[in-house]
């Protein structure tokens, strides 16, 4: 009976902290903060935050993230109020330790930054240090010395913390069980952040490390402070400041990352030693890598990441999930809409509970079952429904190629005319815009914006289906195959992928599920699915770029990051080309020099020829899901 008692007791109070609000007050009631200086194999010490709770009466697992922006507020008597204001409040409840830590050269703890350090894969002396073995000691000393944990380490984090992450799965330790790489930084050439395919995402490099590069002079509580921009209008700043070279002027010579950036225009040494993707072999932990299929920062990374350990690390236990999120939307907000679209659920919460919180769980407190989890479990718009796969990309695809046609068709059937082309000229000094409304900062809603502005541009080519009779749902990799005529000796190319709402569509609420209004005209809405620039002197090869030869047909073939969504019965599949994506990305001069050190006088008007003929037929490779 008295066992009976006991039992009631426990399971009335587990239902009253369940139910309890988590606040300030609360966790400081039943947390403690401690700040350590770890030491790290080269005598180094790096600065980390430890939020552990007050409940001795069981052992606790360790949630560790690493990051460069700072494990504040500093003191132990502040508290950061991610552990009540967010979803972490999931894992106070459950009793977790949770510790920040200030990466190497940053913030408050010692030595010097490195941006996307290497790793070291045969380290001989303890000077041999990367993120892995910083990692490593500091896993290391936790589980020696906080109280009452109970041996077992995840790490998690989302964009530059998830690049931490992804080194941290190559640390080695056996006390880490678990690892959840989200919007992980990977490539910063190819496809995240600074670079895609070449292409510098001017507008992001710029606002970002003309604050974030700032060289600290010691150990600091404050961070630097960004460029103070004089024009508001970002299009407008962006294109009256001119070629790069003008940046760098204004970015200052302290700024190393951008030097190197600039040093190094191809795909080098430099760059590659800097793909994550390459380390990712022999993976221990088991793996949940996280992205938001509308991520502006870091789409390519979440898909391409979890590619590169199913291929490099094959008995790894590495899941995917990707919803329809901006950058890191899985944790904040519901995710039900982004800009003017809506998807129909709470997909934020859904992740939170049903995914992420369960992984860890299981993994490293041995609760639930998270083998239950699927291989990928990816939200496709459109439908608006997650959908379950044993693989990603999934076994039942057709990879179908539609054509680009004459009269701004596509077609299923490859073209038979024999001479036959679509024709723009690409004015650098009238660049076409990345969204229609002027904005002070790049948004994360153009991922989903409405393209009329762009489809009624004389540099925009546009092509459609005619109106879908049943659903065509897509789940892949889109490839772009284009062949290309310029007047001029390089280009961009950006490729989208567009989904034309019926001309009397309407949502059958003014407001969605967020309970916000929108009175955005969603009749005959243009949404971007997908969109992707190419820099066309890499057409061949990101390591040795070529010039075009001016007036000559030339095949320009890339891939767009994968997508996941439906062209629901009574929608078009549209496709726009265009040469330029301002200030998105930076203005190509179309001519083959070094764009870096340019000058104005350089960037001149390119005539483009877009081929769709029996020779030369331009196709879009659909990953069409049966």
Known sequence: MKRLIAILILLSFGFLLSAQNIDEKWLKENYYKREYKIKMRDGVSLFTAAYMPKNSSEKHPILMVRTPYSCGPYGEDNFTSRLWLT???????????????????????????????PFIANKKTKKDIDEASDTYDAIDWLVKNIPFNNGNVGVFGISYPGFYSTMAALSGHPALKAVSPQAPVTEWFLGDDFHHNGAFMLMDAFSFYSGFGKPRPA?????????????????????ETGPIKNFTKLMGDSIKFWNDLIAHPNYDDWWKARDA??????????????GGTFDAEDCYGAWNLYKAIEQQS???????????????GWGRGTGSYLGNVRFGSHTSEYY???????????????????????????????????????????????????????????SFNAPTTENSFSYYTSDPN?????????????????????????????????????????????????????FVSLSTTDADFVVKVIDVFPDKFEYDTAYCCDGVKNNYLMAGYQMLVRGEIMRGKFRNSFEK??????????????????????????????????????????????????????????????????????????????????
């Open 87 to 117: 979803y972490w409040k999931n894992y106070v409840k459950e009793n977790y330790i949770i510790v920040i830590q200030d990466v190497r050269g940053k913030w408050m703890s010692e030595g010097e930054f490195v941006d996307v350090r």
């Open 219 to 239: 150990q600091t509580t404050i961070g630097s402070r960004g460029f103070d921009f004089p024009i508001l209008d970002n299009y407008k700043f962006y294109l």
């Open 277 to 290: 993707r390459r380390a990712c072999y022999n993976i221990k932990p088991a793996m949940l890598v996280v």
């Open 314 to 328: 094959k008995n790894t236990n590495n899941k995917i999930v990707m919803g329809p999120w901006f950058h890191g």
């Open 352 to 410: 939170q509970q049903k995914i992420e919180i369960p992984f860890f769980d299981y993994y490293l407190r041995g609760k639930g079952d998270a083998t239950k989890i699927a291989e990928a479990s990816v939200f496709f718009t459109g439908s608006n429904e997650w959908k379950f796969f044993e693989q990603w990309p999934p076994k039942n695809l057709n990879n179908t190629s539609i054509y680009l046609s004459e009269k701004n068709k596509l």
């Open 430 to 482: 009238k660049p076409v815009p990345y969204t229609s409304e002027p904005h002070a900062h790049r948004t994360r809603e153009y991922m989903t914006d409405d393209q009329r502005f762009a489809a009624q541009r004389p540099d925009v080519l546009v092509f459609e289906t005619d109106v879908l009779n049943e659903d065509l749902t897509l789940g892949g990799t889109v490839t772009a195959d284009l």
């Open 545 to 626: 770029p070529e010039a075009f030869k001016p007036g000559e047909i030339t095949k320009v073939k890339f891939d767009l990051p994968d997508v996941a969504h439906t062209f629901k019965k009574g929608h078009k599949l549209m496709i726009q080309i265009q040469s330029s994506w301002f200030p998105l990305a930076d203005r190509n001069p179309q001519q083959f020099v070094d764009i870096y050190h340019c000058e104005e006088k350089d960037f001149v008007k390119s005539d483009i020829k877009i081929y769709h003929q029996k020779q030369n037929p331009s196709t879009i490779l659909l990953p069409i899901l049966k």
